[in-house]
Protein backbone atom coordinates (compact mmCIF):
# COMPACT_ATOMS: atom_id res chain seq x y z
CA UNK A 1 0.00 0.00 0.00
CA UNK A 2 1.41 3.53 -1.14
CA UNK A 3 0.60 6.49 -0.19
CA UNK A 4 -1.34 9.09 -2.94
CA UNK A 5 1.51 12.07 -4.06
CA UNK A 6 -0.10 15.47 -2.43
CA UNK A 7 -1.54 15.90 -6.45
CA UNK A 8 -3.13 12.25 -6.55
CA UNK A 9 -4.37 12.66 -2.78
CA UNK A 10 -6.62 16.16 -4.13
CA UNK A 11 -8.02 14.58 -7.17
CA UNK A 12 -9.17 12.45 -4.74
CA UNK A 13 -10.94 14.25 -2.82
CA UNK A 14 -12.47 16.26 -5.32
CA UNK A 15 -13.78 13.01 -6.84
CA UNK A 16 -15.01 12.20 -3.12
CA UNK A 17 -16.97 15.62 -3.05
CA UNK A 18 -18.70 15.03 -6.28
CA UNK A 19 -19.49 11.55 -4.80
CA UNK A 20 -21.16 13.16 -1.83
CA UNK A 21 -23.10 15.61 -3.70
CA UNK A 22 -24.46 12.51 -5.97
CA UNK A 23 -24.79 9.69 -3.52
CA UNK A 24 -28.56 9.95 -2.99
CA UNK A 25 -29.15 8.90 -7.01
CA UNK A 26 -26.97 6.03 -5.64
CA UNK A 27 -24.31 5.90 -8.72
CA UNK A 28 -22.94 2.66 -10.07
CA UNK A 29 -19.20 3.35 -9.51
CA UNK A 30 -15.92 1.61 -10.66
CA UNK A 31 -13.31 2.12 -7.80
CA UNK A 32 -9.73 1.54 -7.96
CA UNK A 33 -8.49 0.38 -4.18
CA UNK A 34 -6.17 -1.47 -2.38
CA UNK A 35 -6.97 -4.88 -1.12
CA UNK A 36 -4.65 -6.24 1.96
CA UNK A 37 -3.62 -9.63 1.79
CA UNK A 38 -5.20 -11.73 4.14
CA UNK A 39 -2.50 -13.97 4.63
CA UNK A 40 0.51 -12.07 4.51
CA UNK A 41 2.19 -8.73 4.32
CA UNK A 42 0.85 -6.62 1.01
CA UNK A 43 -1.95 -6.90 -0.92
CA UNK A 44 -3.08 -6.39 -4.43
CA UNK A 45 -4.82 -2.89 -6.60
CA UNK A 46 -8.05 -4.05 -7.70
CA UNK A 47 -10.94 -2.54 -9.40
CA UNK A 48 -14.76 -2.85 -7.11
CA UNK A 49 -17.99 -2.21 -9.23
CA UNK A 50 -21.26 -1.31 -7.41
CA UNK A 51 -23.87 1.15 -6.64
CA UNK A 52 -23.17 3.50 -3.95
CA UNK A 53 -25.27 2.98 -1.02
CA UNK A 54 -23.58 5.62 1.64
CA UNK A 55 -20.44 7.58 2.19
CA UNK A 56 -19.71 8.26 5.18
CA UNK A 57 -16.66 10.57 5.73
CA UNK A 58 -16.75 10.40 9.68
CA UNK A 59 -16.13 6.45 9.28
CA UNK A 60 -14.02 7.16 6.65
CA UNK A 61 -15.93 4.08 3.89
CA UNK A 62 -18.09 3.74 0.82
CA UNK A 63 -21.11 1.34 1.92
CA UNK A 64 -22.08 -0.44 -1.44
CA UNK A 65 -25.32 -1.79 -1.79
CA UNK A 66 -24.41 -5.02 -1.67
CA UNK A 67 -23.00 -4.28 1.57
CA UNK A 68 -19.18 -4.32 0.90
CA UNK A 69 -17.78 -1.15 3.26
CA UNK A 70 -14.63 0.53 1.20
CA UNK A 71 -11.97 1.97 3.50
CA UNK A 72 -11.65 5.99 2.04
CA UNK A 73 -7.78 5.56 2.73
CA UNK A 74 -7.72 2.53 0.82
CA UNK A 75 -9.40 4.10 -2.52
CA UNK A 76 -6.86 5.60 -5.55
CA UNK A 77 -9.69 6.94 -8.41
CA UNK A 78 -13.33 6.46 -8.21
CA UNK A 79 -14.91 6.62 -11.29
CA UNK A 80 -19.00 6.74 -11.91
CA UNK A 81 -20.82 4.62 -14.79
CA UNK A 82 -24.16 5.41 -16.51
CA UNK A 83 -27.15 2.96 -16.50
CA UNK A 84 -25.69 0.85 -19.71
CA UNK A 85 -22.11 0.22 -17.77
CA UNK A 86 -20.10 2.97 -19.97
CA UNK A 87 -17.68 4.68 -17.89
CA UNK A 88 -18.24 8.66 -18.29
CA UNK A 89 -15.88 10.77 -19.70
CA UNK A 90 -15.08 12.31 -16.52
CA UNK A 91 -14.35 11.07 -13.30
CA UNK A 92 -15.91 12.46 -10.49
Do not use: H, M, S
Not at 17 to 24: K, N, S, T
Amino acid sequence: FTELAEDEAAALDRQLRLLEERVQNRPWVVLTCFQPDQRKAGGAYVEVQGRVKRLDATAGAITLADGREIPINYILEIKEEDTYGETGEDNI
